[in-house]
């Protein structure tokens, strides 16, 4: 009979994936500079980041199936509450307020595809990461903690995560602010959203649909 996950061996998961994130990143830098542009460099990133991001999650969701609030055989279904659609929505409209407020108009990126992280952007991102973050470890927090114990811990994992990328980036530390007001909201809002769907599919359209909307229009 396996050992059941203790919280050190949850966070020390965690910080395993950050290293090997980093060290992801690192050789999509790498490929991108050297060796890839365009789609290639898009489809590399996208391979890379999803043997990392969901080889774990496939290995830690399996290895504490019993431990987990939904079962893995349950987090994909097809319970679309009202909710979804009203934040749907929303997001919808708050991206047109800012594509009108940062382009006086109707705009759209002439070439998507020029920066090498389109697909691994605006479809990537939201299949891989909310796999992870809420297919895991809200998951796993949810066995353990309330609803807002959980999303406040797995919405500050979800933002750890990218601090690999704000570093090797050389991002300002005003560029880190305005990402970190950016994507720690949204991190609450996935995961309350897996909370009350009690389905992944939900928060990984409104993920794909952000991120799509940033990259074309804003």
Not at 20 to 28: N, V
Not at 43 to 60: E, P, R
Not at 107 to 124: N, R, W
Not at 200 to 214: E, R
Request: hydrophobic share 55%; with cysteine; glycine share 8%.
């Amino acid at each position: 009979m396996r050992k059941p996950w203790s919280m050190t061996t949850f966070y020390l998961s965690f910080g395993l994936l950050i290293v090997l994130w980093f060290f992801g990143r690192e050789l999509i830098n790498f490929t991108e500079h050297n060796y890839t542009t365009g789609i290639a460099s898009d489809l590399t990133s996208l391979v890379i980041k999803a043997v990392i991001m969901v080889g774990l999650g496939v290995f830690w969701i399996s290895r504490t199936n019993a431990q987990l609030w939904i079962p893995e055989r349950k987090l994909y279904n097809g319970n679309f509450p009202m909710v979804f659609w009203v934040v749907l929505g929303m997001f919808v409209a708050y991206l047109i307020f800012l594509m009108f407020g940062a382009h006086h108009g109707f705009y759209i990126q002439s070439d998507p595809f020029k920066s090498g992280e389109f697909l691994s952007v605006t479809l990537g991102a939201g299949l891989i990461e909310e796999f992870l973050f809420r297919g895991f470890f809200m998951n796993f927090l949810m066995k353990r903690y309330g609803i807002v114990t959980a999303n406040i811990i797995q919405a500050v994992l979800f933002q750890i995560s990218h601090f690999p990328l704000y570093y090797l980036e050389g991002l300002t530390f005003s560029a880190w602010l305005i990402n970190i007001a950016n994507v720690l909201p949204l991190g609450l809002i996935f995961g309350w959203m897996f909370y009350r769907t009690k389905n992944l599919w939900p928060g990984t359209i409104l993920h794909c649909v952000w991120d799509t909307g940033v990259t074309l229009f804003i």
